[in-house]
């Protein structure tokens, strides 16, 4: 009996598992039920056989419903079919099945409709759609996100996308992208929740978010941008951290749009706490000086309030003076307590050294024209030195000012032993050489037509040349320079020039051509002396007839003069400066003894200083000042006089109406001055960096004064005004509207200027 139920249980266990598997699960009891033939229709590009392969339901396999279905997704999944269907028909022996397959259009073409904003080509390229392939579904929603993507970056965050397949005359298959473009949504209003001790109007000038206004066609301000709210809320952040406020919390905004789509809502959501203040400031760990020494240069003082800004500036600081040590990996962490009853927070600055790193070896990348001994000879720390931080930045600087790269990047990963490091540097190179042809006005020199073909960095060994030419109703100028500023690799600099110059006063026209060649030594940092020669063939034409006679005597004639020049430049940049100081002392002899027939001494000494106040806020300052002496019983030549006014000098007066004049037949005339002192100050703010756009106002002083004046302080001319500067494809434009101070008879309220090319 035992037996005869074991035998049973494993007779129904057989059973079960024998028409659980598909071709014993069938559809009925009765017979016939097999497949008798499995037939394709509607393939034309897929071959039958990859069809078939994929296929589990087969001739002679008993007919089954759940394997046709897991059949029909199998061939969806091969991708190339965009429908599949299955007819089932009773034959003589079986059953029939035909797999109907409509597959996908082959995409011959893309094209764009609607879209205004964002060319085709860029469109094009955010597809990843293959042509001449079936439509890929995955491919089509990720070209439309890409393209969603790029129209976000222009502010289009409305922008409907849609698609159609339409056929072409020749019978091919093009996918269509619709785009609804919409205006872009602009921010109406940007709101605080939770604030209390600032006001809205205060916490608005801290972030970048903002309302459209007057001109937001400018500085681009009333944009909605994703990226712009997450640096807002470290900014709201920061500014709590640095007023007081430890344990600020600013919140993810909440953004809303209108009900017709057309303007965002911004609320930043604020949780201030309470207001600290400093306790005990200390410092721990490795301590190079003394803990009192270190404690008094901090910025952070017992009894302050709590300024994370200051914190960090000590950090920096820190790591500059360890830095400078050679200590490259220190490890600096400011540790805060804080007491909740009194609401102060001790700070103590927790130092780790390291080891004393040195430089193990400099690997330079990015530089594909510029020749690594460029790049190295600025460098202020070589191979085998002790690591120094302000060494490096000042490396950065020199680079920087050689105006041959956009960026400069250094990297210090760790070398192969535990005190060195390895310095990459990393360049992105510019162009240097440009081909320019410009026409332009000026109010100084009216119609302006300007070439130049110019190369820094010629065989990228640092050389320099220039071949330029301007043409206006004041002046026809040529010019042919070259330099090379590390002559056969050592700290000697050669320039050499030739130039021809044709420029009209009002009282007389300067004609010259001319030659020079300089050459000049490095010394100390950022330091040069020069010596030079020039010989120029000069004359005065056009010479009006209320010239007096002393000047027509002396008008033409040779000037052959050496030259010795003192520079010490530490600008950041030698074009457009943001930061540093030039300065510049030169004297010139031309005497008889080198074949002059102009014979005087020249002495020109020149400052210019750069400050950043705030961002975008720059002061500028330009000093000059001269004196020319006659060595002969001649006066100075009239084309040697200085003479002021105008948009390089004195901006609020006309130019060459400024110096010392007497009245000849009744008609004023200005003969120039034999010494001049000029002042220019200037704050320059940066309205929309993107399309070069920058505010300034400035203040001008000075004078020109014959040999026998003297230069009182009461004397000097002075101005104020103010303009508005575009950098452009052609160059600087300057447009200013100077205001002279203590206005003369004859002399107008303000004076228009429009120039093309820095002032300084």
Do not use: C
């Not at 020249?602 to 806020?617: E, N, S, V």
Request: proline share 3%; glycine share 8%.
């Amino acid at each position: 009996m035992v037996n005869f139920r074991k035998f049973k249980r494993i007779f129904l266990i057989f059973v079960f598992f024998v028409f659980s598997f598909p071709p014993f699960s069938v559809r009925g009891a009765e017979g016939g039920n097999f497949i008798q033939e499995v037939r394709i229709q509607g393939a034309t590009r897929v071959v039958e056989s990859t069809i078939r392969s994929h296929l589990q339901s087969k001739q002679g396999l008993i007919i089954n419903q759940d394997q046709i279905d897991a059949d029909i997704r199998s061939l969806y999944q091969l991708g190339f079919f965009q429908d599949v269907q299955v007819d089932e028909e009773r034959g003589a022996h079986g059953w029939i099945l035909t797999f109907i397959v409509t597959e996908k259009p082959i995409i011959n073409k893309i094209s764009f409709e609607g879209n205004r904003k964002i060319k085709d080509a860029a469109l094009r390229e955010a597809t990843t759609v293959p042509l001449y392939q079936s439509l890929n579904e995955k491919k089509l929603a990720d070209s439309i996100h890409a393209i969603r993507e790029l129209y976000a970056k222009k502010n289009f965050y409305l922008v409907g996308i849609d698609y159609h397949l339409k056929t072409t005359p020749a019978g091919e298959n093009e996918l269509v992208f619709e785009i609804h473009e919409h205006d872009p949504a602009l921010i109406r209003q940007v709101n605080f929740v939770g604030n209390t001790v600032f006001t809205d109007k205060e916490l608005r000038a801290v972030v970048q978010t903002r309302k459209k206004a007057a001109f937001s066609f400018l500085t681009g301000s009333g944009k909605y941008k994703e990226e712009l709210l997450k640096q807002d809320i470290l900014r709201l952040t920061f500014h709590y951290l640095k007023n007081g406020y430890l344990k600020v919390q600013i919140d993810e905004p909440q953004v809303s749009l209108s009900k017709d789509k057309r303007y965002f809502f911004v609320s930043f959501h604020v949780q201030e706490g309470n207001r600290y203040h400093i306790g005990k400031v200390d410092v721990s760990g490795d301590i190079l000086t003394t803990r009192d020494e270190m404690v008094a240069n901090f910025l952070t003082k017992s009894g302050q309030i709590y300024n994370r800004e200051f914190i960090e500036k000590d950090m920096q600081a820190l790591n500059k003076i360890y830095g400078d040590q050679g200590y490259a990996f220190v490890h600096i962490q400011p540790l805060t307590t804080t007491d909740e009853v009194n609401k102060t927070a001790d700070i103590t600055y927790n130092i780790e050294k390291g080891n004393r790193i040195y430089v193990e070896r400099i690997d330079i990348s990015g530089n594909t024209i510029t020749r690594d001994k460029v790049i190295r000879r600025e460098l202020q720390i070589k191979e085998g030195d002790i690591y120094n931080e302000t060494k490096l930045q000042q490396s950065r600087e020199r680079l920087m000012a050689l105006g041959f790269f956009k960026e400069v990047n250094f990297a210090t990963p760790r070398g192969s032993k535990d005190d060195t490091l390895r310095l990459n540097v990393t360049v992105d190179e510019k162009p240097t050489g440009s081909f320019s042809v410009g026409a332009g006005f000026s109010t100084t020199e009216n119609f302006v037509v300007s070439g130049s073909i110019s190369k820094q960095n010629f065989f990228g060994r640092g050389w320099n040349g220039e071949i330029s030419g301007e043409l206006s109703s004041r002046r026809r100028q040529f010019l042919f320079s070259m330099s090379d500023p590390y002559f056969l690799d050592t700290e000697w600099i050669v320039a050499m020039s030739a130039f021809k110059t044709i420029f009209r006063y009002d009282s007389f026209s300067r004609d010259s051509y001319g030659g020079s060649f300089s050459i000049g030594h490095r010394f100390f940092d950022y330091a040069s002396m020069s010596l030079g020669y020039e010989a120029e063939e000069v004359s005065a034409i056009d010479i009006a007839t209320n010239v007096p006679p002393r000047f027509q005597n002396n008008a033409s004639g040779l000037t052959s003069l050496v030259s010795l020049t003192l520079n010490r430049d530490t600008r950041d940049n030698r074009v457009y400066a943001n930061r540093g100081m030039f300065g510049s002392i030169k004297a010139e002899v031309s005497d008889k003894e080198l074949g002059a027939q102009n014979e005087f001494l020249r002495l020109t000494g020149r400052a210019q200083f750069y400050k950043p106040l705030f961002k975008d806020l720059l002061f500028k300052t330009y000093a000059r000042a001269a004196y020319i002496k006659s060595l002969n019983t001649l006066v100075v030549p009239l084309v040697e006089r200085y003479f002021l006014g105008g948009p390089n000098s004195l901006r609020g007066f006309y130019p060459q109406s400024i110096g010392p004049a007497e009245t000849v037949a009744g008609l004023p005339f200005v003969y120039g001055g034999d010494k001049m002192a000029i002042i220019n100050g200037e704050l320059e703010y940066v309205v929309y960096e993107p399309a070069g756009i920058r505010a300034v106002t400035f203040f001008d002083a000075g004078n020109a004064y014959s040999e026998d004046q003297s230069m009182p302080l009461d004397k000097l001319r002075m101005d104020y005004g103010f303009g508005i500067r575009w950098i452009s494809p052609m160059g600087p434009l300057r447009f200013e509207w100077g205001f002279p101070i203590n206005r003369k008879a004859g002399e107008q309220k303000s004076v228009f200027n429009f120039a093309i090319g820095s002032f300084f």
